[in-house]
């Protein structure tokens, strides 16, 4: 069965300090791997695409890696502010255009001052 | 520079009652998507369309209705409210079917049917 697992489901961290986000999928076969942005109350904002040959993307502060021989990825945020304060979504789409999307529940971040 | 609009933001039904969201995008989009979100899930493809006049089933499409006679206008409806149709349901719409085609969304709709 297809499948996006995050990691962890919610996390607490100060202004200013750096963390990790995981992401963990067993969809098979791997097209791509996205991962959003979703404030509270909005829609899901892309932070950044990567296919199978791609390791790492950075948008900003923003760093993800992409191992596609363990299926797993994560998302490194640098220098946590405020705004930052959203929920990640990973998202793995397998073969067969968009209508192929796995959406993983998400990695709801508080970022405080 | 609107993008994906979806309207209305916040709804409450009665059981049984029907009603019809609408999501409209300015981008030139063949293709549009409806999701819904639920607490501790990930978003859920209700149905799509991959350009005016045609629409398909996606993962959970039972107890709703789509129509797309506007390539920029894509409609979710409910014949039939039931409580288990509480949900955020977000509208998407993309220039083509995926391998790293960009999507975009809207600001989503609360639907709540008591």
């Known amino acids: 069965k297809n499948q996006v697992e995050q990691s962890p489901q919610s996390l607490i961290i100060l202004e200013g300090k750096n963390c990790t986000l995981q992401c963990n999928y067993t969809v098979s076969p791997f097209s791509n791997l996205r991962w959003y942005k979703q404030d509270t109350g909005r829609g899901p904002v892309s932070l950044t695409i990567?296919?199978?040959?791609?390791n790492t993307k950075s948008n900003g502060r923003y760093t993800a890696t992409l191992d596609a021989d363990t299926k797993q990825s994560s998302l490194h945020i640098t220098a946590s502010q405020l705004s930052d304060s959203a929920s990640y979504i990973c998202v793995v789409s397998g073969s067969g255009g968009y209508n192929k999307l796995i959406f993983g529940a998400g990695t709801r971040l508080a970022v405080h001052p | 520079n609107a993008g994906v609009t979806q309207t209305p933001k916040f709804r409450v039904l009665k059981t049984g009652q029907s009603m019809t969201l609408l999501c409209a995008q300015d981008?030139?989009?063949?293709?549009m998507y409806w999701y819904r979100q639920d607490p501790g899930m990930g978003l859920r493809l209700i149905h799509y369309s991959v350009g005016e006049g045609t629409t398909a089933k996606g993962e959970v499409p039972d107890g709703y209705n789509v129509s797309r006679l506007k390539k920029q206008n894509f409609l979710l409806g409910l014949e039939s409210a039931a409580p288990s149709q509480t949900s955020v349901y977000f509208c998407?719409?993309?220039?083509?079917?995926?391998?790293?085609?960009?999507?975009?969304f809207g600001q989503g709709t609360r639907l709540t049917v008591v």
């Open positions: 981008m030139n989009h063949e293709y």
């Open positions: 998407a719409s993309s220039s083509g079917p995926g391998e790293g085609t960009e999507a975009f």
């Open positions: 990567m296919t199978f040959s791609e």
